[in-house]
Each structure stands twice: as C-alpha cells, then as structure tokens.
C-alpha cells in the first residue's frame, strides 16, 4: 500500500501562484510514478501532470502547459506541483497519485491516492 497526502491548496486571486506538496509513505517512493489530476463540481477527473518514478520524463494537461511545473524529491518522498498565472478554470480539488514505474494520463491505471486538496481561484 502507498499512502498519500497533500497540502498547499487555498484561496488564491486569478493570476497569483500556488505550490501543492503530496508525501508518500508505505512503499520505495522511488518505484512509483506520480500524477497529478483534478476534478471540479459538476465534472469528470481531469489528468493535471505525471512524473516518471525516477523524475526523466514528465507530462502535461493541454490546459495547463506552460503554467504548471511537476517535480519530485526522492529523499524526501514528496511530489510538488508548482501552479503559476492560476486561472477561475483551475478551481477544483486536486489530488495526487501513485502507479508503480511509469506515467499514463489515465486515471484509472493509478491504484494509490490522496484524499485531496481544495484550490480555488477568485476572479
């Protein structure tokens, strides 16, 4: 089993900056790529981002190119998703993943996730 938590949503102003953290425990972190997905009220889960275990290669939603930046620290089990030039379209709770190894933007190939953290974006 992998346990996941994240942190660092919050209320922030459109255009303004926001950095999600989720820390993993229970397995080898490094065996395990990380995703990021999001789902707002009313809609499906959206693919955000995803990280190759060993950080080489990382992914991309088309609606959040250019803005958002994965990134992982081994040592210290934690994915990071850093959120810049935030939109009202990102509001949403947004949750992080595990699957071992490899990245998809599907999320239904993910065993392990958090509980979700809360971002919204006032206009």
């Known amino acids: 089993q992998v346990q996941l938590v994240e942190s660092g949503g919050g209320l922030v102003q459109a255009g303004g900056s926001l950095r999600l953290s989720c820390v993993a425990s229970?397995?080898?972190?490094?065996?395990?790529?990380m995703g990021w997905f999001r789902q707002a009220p009313g809609k499906e889960r959206e693919f955000v981002s995803a990280i190759k275990y060993n950080g080489a290669s990382t992914t991309y939603g088309d609606s959040v190119k250019g803005r958002f930046t994965i990134s992982r620290d081994n040592a210290k089990n934690t994915v990071y998703l850093q959120m810049n030039s935030l939109k009202p379209e990102d509001t949403a709770v947004y949750y992080c993943a595990a699957r071992p190894y490899d990245t998809t933007f599907y999320s239904s190939l993910y065993p392990y996730w958090g509980q979700g953290t809360q971002v919204t974006v006032s206009s």
């Open positions: 229970g397995r080898t972190f490094s065996n395990y790529a």
